[in-house]
């Protein structure tokens, strides 16, 4: 359909055009308050190498009685959403011609994106973009040439330099944080974001040192109305709105996810509905398929989030021409009345046959605009399909921080530490380490569950304080304030995906999770966010961060859910450290180590060790560090060799005493860290006595001890005169009976049996 014969199709859907909403926040104003002025689109900050549509400033004139942006405003919002329109056909050609390996496209959104890039400023503002949102980074800066360097994978792809698929944005130039494929994870990340920049204001010591904070900032996230239905958009909506931050929400409602309608998905149908009793939320509807109502919405929305009223939501009804993905055949569940409504409302061809019937451009120039870009697109596809391709060697690199190593001497200050004071317990060192950092560097901030003294300021000199379950955050709140430790929404995924976005900003977030069994929600927003940041977007961007855990069993009544010890379910997870001490002395030089290092440390913290007097150690000093990595001697031995961690080194030791009245000389390994771990350390041991056991909390199946065994068995077997044993828990869950907790988890007995069997083989 060319753009005179969609004439009366605009007129048409002009006088159907959706109904802009707005609720105005009941906090602010219970009574309905009438709509707002639209605002002026704010000029956006110029950026290296960006085109001149990035550039645009929305001059309003009057045409035919409705405010309209300036004739060359308008020429280039067609421009952009044409450009957009065209990768999308170039990729899906490339791909049906097997050039290129995946395509996914925002066809059908391109309107209200254009928008909501003139709205927003590149590289000032923050973005959280999800796959459809092509328009919205060319609007922003990104050329068709970055854009197609990713569909062929290229190592110049801006986004991952290889990595990821295509549509998956990124740019540190425009603020454009790296995207995933998990649709909503983005969305508590953003409000992390945003949050940082509110953190920023509220510590005196970080207004002057930090870089890349506006007062007046705005982070844009997007999603799709398949999205709405998860749990982390209504929890970003909730601390979004508890805050007031300024995250603009921008919902692209195309009616299906893949091939699940959206009355199926959200009660009622319309997602915004249902969130409108959010305080402080500006809520608006717009046709998302037209570029000046869209334009009119955003800017209202955005310039609400720039005064500090609270976030804004706008919900956008676009249409999806093509299939989902190309490995998708909408046919099959679409009907042709369905998609042939869908193309009527066709935002680029409506929009072009606009521009002509106000007398903005002729039939001819509007040629001549496709013709250049369509050259212009297949130029950038033929220099995309000629560029490198990454080198087999990198896939590797950026695992973790290419310039911070916390396995180095740098962090090694153990030898020769001088110790001084009472003896403290894990918790008391713990503690210690977190007042003493948080004094060093202002950037800290710590958040979880119950950490923070009194949530209710007001209180906090007539009441004890709270300080987390175990009291390991104890007087942090009293002593750093509430700005920089606060207690977060029940709910781990938002305390992690806050955490990221924070991160991301430049601040250091040491977050707890109360408990290790409750550690599952998060489970996404770590396994495909957090240790994949760095290698997915090829180090452009980073999260480091710190999540402490509380871990394992031996509580007597502790059971199934306050008891789990499911160690190798993150150990194989690439990008993430994990370090388990056993001791008070251990927690505080490990735990200074993962604060100063530069990636995310799991720090795992054994509860029944918190408070054991055999643990305790005198205060190391400010600077003291344990490098990762790096396993610790605990016991001198010439017959046996024991590998272990955590609450099993104490019950080893205690086996290898008692094995020494039988004439059997035990060595203990204690690893501290599990990744990395100290394979060097396993090497001597093992040529050392030529037997070995692997003692742990987990489970024997599948288990952390079972690569180390592996790998024992694999590069040492001629060194071994045994088998490796292996003591672990079994295959079961812990029951809240002391007496089945004692048969479940390995016990000193269980150790001393392994003992006497590995030396009599």
Same mark, same amino acid.
């Given at each position: 359909?060319?753009?005179?014969?969609?004439?009366?199709?605009?007129?048409?859907?002009?006088?159907?055009?959706?109904?802009?909403?707005?609720?105005?926040?009941?906090?602010?104003?219970?009574?309905?308050?009438?709509?707002?002025?639209?605002?002026?689109?704010?000029?956006?900050?110029?950026?290296?190498?960006?085109?001149?549509?990035?550039?645009?400033?929305?001059?309003?004139?009057?045409?035919?009685?409705?405010?309209?942006?300036?004739?060359?405003?308008?020429?280039?919002?067609?421009?952009?959403? *044409?450009?957009?329109?065209?990768?999308?056909?170039?990729?899906?050609?490339?791909?049906?011609?097997?050039?290129?390996?995946?395509?996914?496209?925002?066809?059908?959104?391109?309107?209200?994106?254009?928008?909501?890039?003139?709205? %927003?400023?590149? #590289? *000032?503002?923050?973005?959280?973009?999800?796959? !459809?949102?092509?328009?919205?980074?060319?609007?922003?800066?990104?050329?068709? @040439?970055?854009?197609?360097?990713?569909?062929?994978?290229?190592?110049?792809?801006?986004?991952?330099?290889? !990595?990821?698929?295509?549509?998956?944005?990124?740019?540190?130039?425009?603020?454009?944080?790296?995207?995933?494929?998990?649709?909503?994870?983005? @969305?508590?990340? =953003?409000?992390?974001?945003?949050?940082?920049?509110?953190?920023?204001? %509220?510590?005196?010591?970080?207004?002057?040192?930090?870089?890349?904070?506006?007062?007046?900032? $705005?982070?844009?996230? /997007?999603?799709?109305?398949?999205?709405?239905?998860?749990?982390?958009?209504?929890?970003?909506?909730?601390?979004?709105?508890?805050?007031?931050?300024?995250?603009?929400? @921008? @919902?692209?409602?195309?009616?299906?996810?893949?091939?699940?309608?959206?009355?199926?998905?959200?009660?009622?149908?319309?997602?915004?509905?249902?969130?409108?009793?959010?305080?402080?939320?500006?809520?608006?509807?717009?046709?998302?398929?037209?570029?000046?109502?869209?334009?009119?919405?955003?800017?209202?929305?955005?310039?609400?989030?720039? &005064?500090?009223?609270?976030?804004?939501?706008?919900?956008?009804?676009?249409?999806?021409?093509?299939?989902?993905?190309?490995?998708?055949?909408?046919?099959? *569940? +679409?009907?042709?009345?369905?998609?042939? #409504?869908?193309?009527?409302?066709?935002?680029?061809?409506?929009?072009?046959?606009?521009?002509?019937?106000?007398?903005?451009?002729?039939?001819?120039?509007?040629?001549?605009?496709?013709?250049?870009?369509?050259?212009?697109?297949?130029?950038?596809?033929?220099?995309?399909?000629?560029?490198?391709?990454?080198?087999?060697?990198?896939?590797?690199?950026?695992?973790?921080?290419?310039?911070?190593?916390?396995?180095?001497?740098?962090?090694?200050?153990?030898?020769?530490?001088?110790?001084?004071?009472?003896?403290?317990?894990?918790?008391?060192?713990?503690?210690?380490?977190?007042?003493?950092?948080?004094? +060093?560097?202002?950037?800290?901030?710590?958040?979880?569950?119950?950490? =923070?003294?009194?949530?209710?300021?007001?209180?906090?000199?007539?009441?004890?304080?709270?300080?987390?379950?175990?009291?390991?955050?104890?007087?942090?709140? !009293?002593?750093?304030?509430?700005?920089?430790?606060?207690?977060?929404?029940?709910?781990?995924?938002?305390?992690?995906?806050?955490?990221?976005?924070? =991160?991301?900003?430049?601040?250091?977030?040491?977050?707890?999770?109360?408990?290790?069994?409750?550690?599952?929600?998060?489970?996404?927003?770590?396994?495909?966010?957090?240790?994949? %940041?760095?290698?997915?977007?090829?180090?452009?961007?980073?999260?480091?961060?710190?999540?402490?855990?509380?871990?394992?069993?031996?509580?007597?009544?502790?059971?199934?859910?306050?008891?789990?010890?499911?160690?190798?379910?993150?150990?194989?997870?690439?990008?993430?450290?994990?370090?388990?001490?056993?001791?008070?002395?251990?927690?505080?030089?490990?735990?200074?180590?993962?604060?100063? /290092?530069?990636?995310?440390?799991?720090?795992?913290?054994?509860?029944?060790?918190?408070?054991?007097?055999?643990?305790?150690?005198?205060?190391?000093?400010?600077?003291?560090?344990?490098?990762?990595?790096?396993?610790?001697?605990?016991?001198?031995?010439?017959?046996?060799?024991?590998?272990?961690?955590?609450?099993?080194?104490?019950?080893?030791? $205690? =086996?290898?005493?008692?094995?020494?009245?039988?004439?059997?000389?035990?060595?203990?390994?204690?690893? +501290?860290? %599990?990744?990395?771990?100290?394979?060097?350390?396993? $090497?001597?041991?093992?040529?050392?006595?030529?037997?070995?056991?692997?003692?742990?909390?987990?489970?024997?199946?599948?288990?952390?001890?079972?690569?180390?065994?592996?790998?024992?068995?694999?590069?040492?077997?001629?060194?071994?005169?045994?088998?490796?044993? +292996?003591?672990?828990?079994?295959?079961?869950?812990?029951?809240?009976?002391?007496?089945?907790?004692?048969?479940?988890?390995?016990?000193?007995?269980?150790?001393?049996?392994?003992?006497? &069997?590995?030396?009599?083989?």
């Amino acid at each position: 359909m060319n753009d005179t014969k969609v004439l009366k199709l605009v007129r048409k859907s002009e006088s159907d055009s959706v109904e802009t909403e707005m609720e105005q926040p009941r906090e602010a104003q219970p009574a309905p308050a009438p709509r707002p002025k639209p605002v002026e689109a704010p000029k956006p900050t110029a950026v290296p190498g960006a085109k001149p549509m990035h550039a645009l400033r929305a001059a309003v004139v009057k045409s035919r009685g409705q405010s309209l942006p300036d004739r060359k405003t308008l020429v280039e919002m067609y421009r952009t959403m *044409y450009t957009s329109r065209r990768i999308d056909d170039k990729e899906i050609q490339l791909k049906r011609q097997n050039r290129i390996y995946f395509q996914i496209s925002g066809a059908g959104h391109e309107a209200v994106l254009v928008a909501a890039g003139m709205a %927003l400023r590149p #590289g *000032y503002d923050w973005f959280y973009p999800y796959y !459809r949102d092509r328009a919205l980074c060319l609007q922003l800066g990104m050329t068709p @040439l970055e854009q197609l360097l990713a569909a062929v994978g290229s190592e110049d792809d801006p986004a991952s330099h290889g !990595r990821q698929m295509p549509s998956h944005w990124g740019h540190t130039e425009l603020n454009i944080v790296s995207q995933s494929s998990p649709t909503g994870t983005q @969305l508590l990340q =953003a409000v992390g974001c945003a949050e940082a920049n509110y953190r920023v204001n %509220l510590i005196d010591e970080l207004k002057e040192r930090t870089k890349n904070f506006h007062s007046d900032e $705005v982070t844009y996230v /997007s999603l799709g109305d398949g999205t709405s239905s998860e749990g982390e958009f209504w929890e970003a909506l909730n601390t979004a709105c508890n805050l007031k931050l300024p995250v603009v929400f @921008l @919902l692209e409602d195309n009616g299906y996810a893949i091939s699940v309608p959206v009355e199926v998905q959200t009660a009622g149908g319309d997602a915004s509905s249902l969130v409108s009793g959010f305080p402080s939320l500006y809520i608006q509807k717009c046709d998302g398929t037209d570029p000046i109502e869209s334009l009119e919405v955003m800017s209202q929305a955005v310039q609400y989030c720039r &005064e500090r009223k609270g976030p804004a939501l706008v919900h956008a009804k676009v249409i999806r021409p093509y299939s989902h993905s190309l490995s998708d055949d909408e046919k099959l *569940y +679409r009907s042709d009345e369905e998609r042939s #409504g869908d193309a009527e409302r066709d935002p680029v061809k409506r929009f072009g046959a606009r521009l002509i019937e106000e007398g903005v451009i002729s039939q001819q120039d509007l040629q001549k605009i496709k013709d250049e870009i369509d050259h212009e697109i297949a130029e950038a596809a033929d220099q995309a399909l000629a560029s490198p391709q990454p080198s087999v060697e990198s896939v590797t690199k950026f695992v973790f921080s290419p310039t911070v190593d916390p396995t180095s001497k740098k962090f090694d200050t153990e030898d020769g530490v001088e110790l001084s004071g009472n003896a403290g317990t894990m918790v008391d060192l713990i503690n210690r380490c977190l007042h003493t950092e948080m004094a +060093r560097d202002p950037s800290i901030v710590v958040f979880g569950e119950d950490v =923070a003294d009194c949530s209710r300021e007001q209180y906090l000199d007539n009441v004890k304080g709270k300080g987390g379950v175990f009291k390991v955050t104890e007087n942090l709140q !009293r002593k750093f304030g509430s700005a920089r430790v606060f207690n977060s929404p029940l709910a781990e995924a938002n305390i992690v995906g806050r955490a990221i976005g924070m =991160a991301t900003r430049g601040l250091k977030p040491v977050v707890e999770i109360q408990f290790f069994d409750y550690i599952w929600p998060a489970m996404h927003q770590i396994r495909n966010e957090l240790a994949l %940041l760095r290698w997915r977007s090829g180090n452009e961007w980073k999260a480091p961060l710190v999540i402490r855990v509380p871990i394992g069993g031996y509580l007597k009544g502790g059971a199934v859910y306050h008891s789990q010890s499911g160690v190798s379910t993150f150990t194989q997870i690439p990008g993430l450290r994990v370090i388990y001490p056993s001791n008070a002395l251990d927690a505080n030089g490990l735990l200074r180590t993962a604060i100063r /290092s530069d990636d995310p440390v799991l720090f795992l913290e054994h509860k029944h060790l918190y408070r054991q007097a055999y643990n305790k150690s005198q205060y190391p000093g400010d600077q003291f560090m344990i490098p990762f990595g790096k396993a610790k001697r605990v016991r001198e031995g010439t017959d046996i060799s024991i590998i272990t961690y955590g609450a099993l080194v104490q019950r080893s030791l $205690v =086996a290898a005493k008692q094995a020494e009245r039988e004439g059997v000389s035990v060595e203990v390994i204690d690893l +501290r860290s %599990l990744v990395p771990y100290d394979w060097n350390s396993i $090497v001597e041991t093992v040529k050392k006595t030529n037997r070995v056991i692997v003692a742990h909390e987990d489970s024997l199946s599948f288990g952390y001890g079972a690569e180390i065994a592996a790998r024992i068995s694999s590069e040492l077997f001629e060194h071994l005169d045994a088998p490796v044993k +292996r003591v672990c828990a079994l295959d079961t869950f812990v029951a809240y009976a002391p007496h089945l907790e004692d048969v479940i988890l390995p016990q000193v007995t269980d150790v001393a049996k392994a003992i006497a &069997e590995v030396k009599s083989y």
